[in-house]
């Protein structure tokens, strides 16, 4: 069991790493330029991993398949927000997408 001690001193550090990232942003910003290029495969990459994320949370659950009615809920959800939806419209649509195929047997 981990004690107090030690718990205070890991998020200390934690804290302070976290707070050293955030900071060297800013300041390394000025002093450091990428290429065109770089900075285009950069925000490409941003894009590819808010996908993997979106896809892992919406078609796993544990070490399986989340069933059909949480993919249907976020594709519900995603279309609203493409099309430009207010971001409340956006949840509300996804959740009773997946609210409604739940109540009619689909996991």
Do not use: D, I, Q, Y
Not at 22 to 39: I, K, M, Q, Y
């Amino acid at each position: 069991m981990t004690s107090t001690t030690g718990l205070l001193a890991a998020t200390a550090v934690l804290g302070a790493g976290t707070f050293a990232f955030r900071f060297a942003g800013p300041v390394l910003r000025a002093r450091v330029t990428l290429s065109p290029r770089v900075e285009r495969l950069m925000a490409l990459a941003v894009v590819v991993l808010l996908g993997a994320l979106v896809a892992t949370a919406s078609l796993t659950e544990g070490h399986g398949f989340a069933g059909v009615a949480r993919p249907a809920g976020v594709a519900v959800g995603g279309l609203c927000a493409w099309r430009k939806a207010p971001f409340v419209v956006v949840v509300l649509a996804a959740a009773v997408t997946t609210a409604v195929l739940r109540l009619l047997g689909a996991h």
